[in-house]
C-alpha cells in the first residue's frame, strides 16, 4: 500500500473514535427536552446522560491511554469501538431514565478507550515527518462532530425516532472496527512492559471525579457553598497524594519533571485553555441569541456552528504548515486570533448582530484549527514511543477539565445575571468572553516565554 494511502487508513480509522464521541455530545445536548417528554422525567434527572458520560470518560482515560501502551493501541481502541457500539446499541433500547443513564455511562467508558488511543495510533503507525498532515486531518474528524451533531440530531428528532440518534453511531464504529483489522499486525506491534501503576491511576482518577463533582456543584449552588467546597477540598487531598506518590514511585505514569519544563508546560496550558475557552463559544452565544435577540433555537444553532466549522476548514492547511513553521508558531498564531475574536466578543452590546457574532466566532474556530494539530504534536513528541497512549490520554483529560472549568464559570456567571435586566445580563456575558480573551493571553504569553528559551524550530 502507498505510504499516503496507508496514512489515510490509520488516521480515518482513528477519527471514527474521535468522530463518534464529539458526535455524540452534540446530539445529546439538544434531545434533552425530547426525554423529559417521553421519559415524564425532569431535565435535572435527564441531564445525567450528559454527567455520567462525562464522568465516565475524563475519570478512565488515562487507565486506558496506559493499557494501550502495554497491550497494544489498536487491542484496546478496537475494544473501545465494541464497547461504544454495544453501549449505543442498548441506549437506542432503553426504556426507561436510568437504563439510558447507566448505558450513557458505559459509553463514556468507551469513549474513553477510543480517546486514549487514537492519537497514539497515528504516532505509533505514521513516520513523525509525515505527522503534521495526519493530525490535521484528525483535527478535521473531531471538529465535524461539533458541526454535525446538532444538525444531525435535529433532523432524527424531526422526522423519527430519538433511537436513531444512538444507532447512527453502529456504521461509524463498523467502519471503525474494519479499519482496526486492517492494522493491528502493523500498528500493535510488540507489547510494551510499561507498568499500569495501578495506584497511582486509581489515586488520579478519584481526584479528577471530585473536582469535576467540585465544578458541577459550584455551577448550580455557588462556589461558596458547603457542596462545593468539601469535593473540590478532596481534589486537592487526593492530588497532592497522587502527586507525592509519583515522585517517591520508580515507575511513574509519568515523569512529572515534564512539567518543569516550559517547552512542555506551555503547550499543557494551551489545550486546557483550548477546550475551556471552546466551550464557552457554544454555551454563551445561545443565551444572547435567543434573550437579546430573541431569535429560534435553530437559528442561533447555526451561529454556533461557525466556530467548528472555521476549525474544521483550516485545520488541514495547518497540519501541512507545522511541517514547514515547526509546532510553535501556529500554536502562537492560533492563540492570536482566539483571543482577537474572544477580546471583540468581550465589548458586545446587546443590539450586536447574529452576524457579527458569527463571523466572531468563526475568527475563534481558524484559531483553533492553527492550534490544535500542532499542540497534539508537540505533546506527543514530548515522550517515548512506549508511552504514546499515555500522553495522547493526558491530551484528552485536560482538554476534557479546561471545558469542566470554564463551564462551571460561564454557569455561574449566567446565573448571577439571569434575573438582571438585560442589559446587566449582556455585562455578564461580556464578562466571561473578557475572562476567556484574558486566559488565552495568558497561554500565549506562555508560549512566548517557551520560545525565547528555546532553539528555533527548523
Not at 389 to 401: E, K
Request: charged share 10%; glycine share 12%; hydrophobic share 50%.
Amino acid at each position: 500500500m502507498q505510504a499516503g494511502r496507508a496514512d489515510r487508513l490509520v488516521v480515518l480509522t482513528a477519527g471514527c473514535g474521535m468522530f463518534l464521541s464529539s458526535l455524540d455530545t452534540g446530539i445529546v445536548n439538544i434531545a434533552l427536552p425530547t426525554w423529559v417528554r417521553t421519559f415524564h422525567s425532569s431535565i435535572a434527572t435527564m441531564t445525567w446522560t450528559i454527567t455520567l458520560y462525562t464522568l465516565a470518560l475524563v475519570g478512565t482515560v488515562m487507565i486506558f491511554g496506559r493499557l494501550g501502551d502495554r497491550y497494544g493501541r489498536v487491542t484496546v481502541y478496537g475494544a473501545g469501538l465494541l464497547v461504544f457500539l454495544a453501549a449505543s446499541a442498548l441506549c437506542g433500547l432503553s426504556g426507561s431514565p436510568g437504563t439510558l443513564i447507566a448505558f450513557r455511562a458505559l459509553q463514556g467508558i468507551g469513549a474513553a478507550m477510543l480517546q486514549g488511543t487514537a492519537t497514539a495510533i497515528i504516532t505509533t503507525a505514521i513516520p513523525k515527518e509525515r505527522q503534521g498532515p495526519a493530525f490535521g486531518l484528525l483535527a478535521v474528524l473531531l471538529g465535524l462532530g461539533p458541526v454535525l451533531g446538532p444538525g444531525i440530531g435535529g433532523l432524527i428528532l424531526s422526522a423519527g425516532s430519538w433511537r436513531w440518534l444512538f444507532w447512527i453511531n453502529i456504521p461509524v464504529a463498523a467502519a471503525g472496527l474494519w479499519g482496526c483489522s486492517c492494522l493491528r499486525k502493523s500498528v500493535n506491534g510488540p507489547k510494551n512492559a510499561v507498568p499500569m501503576n495501578l495506584p497511582g491511576h486509581l489515586l488520579l482518577s478519584a481526584s479528577v471525579l471530585s473536582l469535576l463533582q467540585g465544578l458541577a456543584m459550584a455551577s448550580r449552588s455557588g462556589m461558596l457553598s458547603t457542596a462545593t467546597w468539601g469535593p473540590l477540598v478532596l481534589f486537592a487531598v487526593l492530588f497532592a497524594l497522587f502527586v507525592c506518590r509519583e515522585m517517591r514511585t520508580s515507575r511513574p505514569i509519568v515523569d512529572l519533571k515534564l512539567f518543569l519544563r516550559i517547552g512542555f508546560t506551555a503547550p499543557v496550558l494551551g489545550i486546557f485553555v483550548l477546550g475551556g475557552a471552546t466551550s464557552l463559544g457554544f454555551i454563551l452565544p445561545p443565551y444572547f441569541l435567543e434573550q437579546a435577540r430573541h431569535l429560534d433555537s435553530w437559528q442561533a444553532g447555526l451561529v454556533n456552528l461557525s466556530g467548528p466549522l472555521g476549525l474544521v476548514l483550516v485545520a488541514r492547511s495547518s497540519g501541512r504548515l507545522m511541517e514547514r513553521a515547526g509546532t510553535v508558531r501556529p500554536m502562537m498564531a492560533g492563540l492570536v486570533a482566539m483571543a482577537a475574536a474572544y477580546g471583540a466578543l468581550g465589548t458586545m452590546q446587546a443590539d450586536w448582530q447574529p452576524w457579527g457574532m458569527a463571523a466572531l466566532l468563526g475568527l475563534y474556530g481558524i484559531g483553533a484549527g492553527l492550534f490544535l494539530p500542532s499542540n497534539t504534536a508537540a505533546m506527543m513528541s514530548a515522550a517515548g514511543r512506549d508511552i504514546q497512549g499515555t500522553m495522547g490520554a493526558i491530551q484528552r483529560m485536560v482538554q476534557n477539565l479546561g471545558i469542566a472549568c470554564y463551564t462551571a464559570i460561564a454557569a455561574a456567571i449566567i446565573t448571577a445575571h439571569s434575573r438582571s435586566g438585560i442589559d446587566t445580563f449582556v455585562g455578564g456575558l461580556r464578562e466571561a468572553w473578557l475572562f476567556a480573551a484574558a486566559t488565552i493571553v495568558l497561554s500565549l504569553t506562555v508560549f512566548v516565554v517557551a520560545s525565547r528559551r528555546r532553539r528555533p524550530e527548523g
